[in-house]
């Protein structure tokens, strides 16, 4: 069964710093989904990794996969508070209806003035 | 870009009677559709798989005669929450996928039962 585990759960952060989310899963895959989600929200989509040493960038997120590892990053750059959000990875796994996503616990991130 | 769209985005009813959710993609054709709950503070879980035109696949655990699925045509797939109780309180959010793997997610429907 596939596990997705991401780390931290809750993280505070000033903004201007520099901070990564880890997010490790447990059987292979080729590819992983990253989604940002606000209060009372559904999810937004904010990256598609399609392959190993994988790395996409949009603003003050990048986003990389490593395969091999199982591990992908989200690292945020110069934090503001309109990052603050709950961000999840995401992982496909085949199954007999087609592939069905399996998601991380999610990171719930607060940015502070 | 894909489109998918939830109603209603919000109800409120009481417990014993059952709730019909809508989720259509507007500008593509969806052979999958996905349900998810989500309770406050959780991450997304995984309800049922809908194929157009066969049964849903259920996850373990999950009653099918309780969250029955419909999934018609290639743009409308139903969830409604038969008999619903507090406890069946939460976020649905359903997702649609087409000719590719990326999933489009609805906006959500958030089910409140007195």
């Known amino acids: 069964e596939l596990k997705v585990e991401q780390n931290p759960l809750f993280l505070s952060m000033q903004e201007g710093k520099n901070y990564t989310i880890y997010c490790n899963y447990s059987t292979t895959s080729d590819r992983l989904y990253w989604y940002r989600q606000d209060p009372g929200k559904s999810l937004e989509s904010l990256f598609v990794l399609l392959s190993n040493g994988a790395v996409k960038q949009e603003g003050r997120l990048m986003a990389s996969l490593d395969t091999k590892a199982r591990l992908s990053t989200l690292h945020i750059t110069a934090a503001v508070h309109d990052l603050s959000a709950t961000y999840f990875c995401a992982v496909p796994q085949r199954g007999t209806s087609g592939s069905r996503l399996t998601f991380g616990e999610g990171t719930q991130l607060t940015v502070n003035p | 870009g894909a489109v998918v769209s939830q109603h209603p985005s919000r109800v409120i009813c009481k417990s014993g009677t059952s709730v019909k959710i809508e989720c259509r993609s507007l500008d593509f054709q969806a052979t999958t559709m996905f349900w998810y709950r989500q309770f406050p503070k959780q991450s997304l879980m995984l309800m049922a798989t809908?194929?157009?035109?066969?049964?849903?696949?259920?996850e373990q655990g999950v009653e099918k005669d309780k969250f029955l699925i419909n999934h018609a045509s290639l743009t409308l797939s139903t969830l409604t929450v038969t008999s619903a109780h507090p406890e069946d309180s939460s976020f649905y959010i359903c997702?649609?996928?087409?000719?590719?793997?990326?999933?489009?997610f609805g906006p959500g429907t958030r089910l409140l039962v007195l």
């Open positions: 997702s649609a996928r087409g000719g590719s793997e990326t999933q489009y």
């Open positions: 809908s194929n157009e035109g066969s049964k849903a696949t259920y």
